[in-house]
């Protein structure tokens, strides 16, 4: 008899944590959350240096939703939205000037690579990495836009 008691004991226990493990919420992606640009440790080549940005993510295995709202160089707003999945299609993408799609794609858990294009034509490749302890997103735009050769780092704090 109590042979049977602990092993229907155990079996509960395992139900109840079965249970609480699917109903728990996996982790969140990486790159998800609000990302504010430490401008102290940015660089822009070349200039002038964007003033300010905030980004907001939200991504997960499927793909990336970003939102930026920012200052630029001139005093100009800054809005630059896209949704797109980690399929390697092309997905529309607003506020930059130079670049009209964007298709993303995974280089590791903490890595996301954005293809920016205009006509079709790839102009900006956008390599975004958060550091080891989750607090840091760097991303480094290679590429060309209206002005030129563009080499940006942009380092952005988690808030």
Known sequence: MMRTNRFALFVAVLLVAGLVLAVTPASADQHSGTWKMNPEKSKYSPGPAVKSTTVT????????????????????????????????????????????TVSVKRAGADTIVSTMKKGGQAVMTVTSVVSKDGKTRTSTFKGKDAAGEVLNVVVSDKQ
């Open 57 to 100: 993510i939200v991504a997960d295995d499927k793909g990336v939703k970003l939102n930026a709202e920012g200052v630029n160089g001139d005093g100009s707003a800054l809005h630059v939205q896209y949704d797109a999945k980690f399929d390697g299609k092309d997905y529309p993408v607003t506020g930059i000037p130079y670049a009209d």
